[in-house]
């Protein structure tokens, strides 16, 4: 999906294990770019009270989370590796050539995760100013991701669902040209064509819809309250949690796909 790739988040892990002084409290950092959430708590196969595994904890607890649908946790992770090679780049050149070892390798990660590194010194406390990194999403969706959408537009093809398949690739288009709310709204008429087509209707009354299959039992009450939610979010102007409407097209592009699959998968065919 459209969060952050294991190896990019390795790789970010790597750096922070490998030089443990570069930030003064694994704690402090956690909480810093909001990682520090019990539902991000998962028991992996490390110890968990070790530095290794407070650290590869919650963030691979948040990037479940993240691949589940939660904005807060794609966004936690993306303020992350920003933080991370904001401090690591500190004191260093920023010329390309002249870039840690490292940055290099972590850039090609973060292109295939479909992200721009931009790194820059802000003038302020320091004779060098304080080093800035932004991710800024690039205009192709990566490949990973975009074989998703395929494999959602193929079903919605095979499914005679040409309506909503329309809407999914006109969503896309949009979204590769910067049109984030015409992007946005044709991911909302999209999976308010495939919510009408679970309940087996053609009333686009997303409300009514959502209520039905809740009351057939084809979505509990957290799944049907989600999917509300996420439709109302879909065309919403604020992009938070995300910092730029880029950065919330994807992720809205993300929560079409899982909740379209999900709903996909309720009806024999």
Known sequence: MSTLSDPT??????????????????????????????????????????????????VYGARMAALGGNAEADRALLDLVEVTVARFLQGESLQRKLLPAWMP????????????????????????????CRLKPTATLPVRFADRVALLETELEVRGQQTALDHLRAAVKHYGRGRFPACEKRLRAALLQVTAYATGTGDLDGTRNVRHLVDTGRLTIAEGTRLLHDLRALTAADPYPHRTRADAGRFRIQLTLIHATALLAQVQH
């Open 9 to 58: 988040l390795a790789s970010v892990l790597e750096l922070i294990y490998a030089d443990q002084s570069k930030f003064h409290s694994l704690e402090a950092l956690l909480l810093g770019v909001d990682l520090k959430r019990p539902e991000y708590q998962v028991e992996l196969w490390v110890n968990a009270d070790s530095y290794w595994g407070r650290l590869v904890g919650p």
């Open 105 to 132: 390798r972590l850039r090609e990660a973060l292109l295939a995760d479909g992200y721009r590194v931009k790194v820059d010194r802000v003038p302020g406390e320091g004779l060098d100013g304080t080093v800035r």
